[in-house]
């Protein structure tokens, strides 16, 4: 069963706007991160938040994480057309080397 | 540095057909793992190694089959193709120092 659900399933936006996306998951973690996926590609890692931290930044991308709500959203500021792609949330429980995927959320930026 | 490579890129098969998926990486990372994508989901993981002759099973691993004799290379093996492995499937890895996954560019499967 997947581990995070993203919200919401698809987003269009214009560019320079900003984009958020969130995640929920259902267990205790021990990291969750961001991944992004352009159309007919392998996934490529963005930004790692652990569970002690609630909010990380990487150039435009600001992650933040409450371990209270087993949620996290991610935020992309001034978007470009070039940041349309799929983004997943995957998280990685204590002891366990399973990683599990949100279904992902398809983002379009609009030129 | 190729980083993670898989082929073939795409492959059809007629059910009941056994095929290997290839996947090979030149980050020497001890942990190597198979998923599946389906439309409208995120992926699923078969198949996982944590190095050279240690394999376990992940949340979908029926009907694969995985070996690790080497530390580059990590094969997935179909028995016997059935209409439900149509999928594109991606190989990871990862480094021992950090839980960042890298993935291969995918193989589209068909099983007709």
């Known amino acids: 069963s997947q581990q995070g659900e993203e919200d919401p399933q698809a987003l269009s936006i214009q560019e320079g706007e900003n984009a958020t996306m969130n995640c929920s998951y259902k267990t205790s973690i021990n990291n969750l991160q961001w991944y992004r996926q352009n159309s007919g590609r392998g996934l490529v890692h963005l930004i790692l938040i652990r569970s002690n931290e609630r909010e990380k930044h990487s150039g435009r991308l600001r992650v933040t994480l409450d371990t209270s709500k087993k949620s996290s959203s991610l935020l992309i500021t001034a978007s470009r057309a070039a940041d349309t792609a799929s983004y997943f949330c995957?998280?990685?429980?204590?002891?366990?080397?399973?990683?599990?995927f949100g279904a992902g959320t398809r983002l379009t930026v609009k030129p | 540095n190729a980083g993670v490579t898989q082929t073939p890129k795409f492959q059809v098969l007629k059910t009941g057909q056994s095929m290997t998926l290839q996947c090979a990486q030149d980050?020497?990372?001890?942990?190597m793992s198979w998923y599946r994508q389906d439309p409208g989901m995120g992926l699923r993981l078969i198949h996982y190694?944590?190095?050279?002759?240690?394999?376990d099973q992940g949340e979908v691993p029926n009907g694969y089959n995985v070996s690790r004799s080497t530390t580059e290379d990590f094969p997935l093996r179909l028995l016997s193709a059935a209409p439900s492995q149509t999928s594109v499937y991606f190989c990871a890895t990862q480094g021992a120092a950090s839980y960042e996954q890298y993935f291969g560019p995918g193989t589209r499967l068909t099983v007709t």
């Open positions: 980050m020497n990372h001890e942990y």
């Open positions: 190694s944590v190095g050279a002759g240690i394999t």
């Open positions: 995957a998280t990685v429980v204590y002891n366990n080397n399973d990683m599990r």
